[in-house]
Nanobody, 126 residues
């Protein structure tokens, strides 16, 4: 399976962006998806995750209330709506997929993901 992320760009603080990530190839029957990010000079960190059912989500404290993750299972696509962006949100954003142990399973750890997209850069200026 391959993951292709898109939607990054350069924006002003306080504005919004929506990232998309589409899975193609031989996908599992069920899989959890998530977004992680890596800022310059920092380690990759968890941002958000969504279950196979789409009904369970979880967010990092730094983005909760500003970001929203959702998936369209029929399109094998996951979205990350990012609102009220801050300069500290500047990073390369990676979408990922991993094994789902049940329909509502979510994963906040990169160890729980075994497929990664190439990343899309988000730059937020003040």
């Amino acid at each position: 399976v391959q993951l292709q992320a898109s939607g990054g760009g350069s924006v002003q603080a306080g504005t919004s962006l929506r990232l998309s990530c589409t899975a193609s190839g031989r996908t599992r029957s069920t899989y959890v998806m998530g977004w992680f990010r890596q800022a310059p000079g920092k380690e990759r960190e968890f941002v958000a995750t969504v279950s196979w059912s789409g009904e369970t989500t979880y967010y990092a404290d730094s983005v909760r209330g500003r970001f929203a993750i959702a998936r369209d299972t029929a399109k094998n696509t996951v979205y990350l709506q990012m609102n009220r962006l801050k300069p500290e949100d500047t990073a390369v954003y990676y979408c990922s997929a991993g094994r789902a142990y049940n329909d509502d399973y979510v994963s906040t750890s990169s160890w729980g993901m075994d497929v990664w997209g190439k990343g899309t850069l988000v730059t937020v200026s003040s």
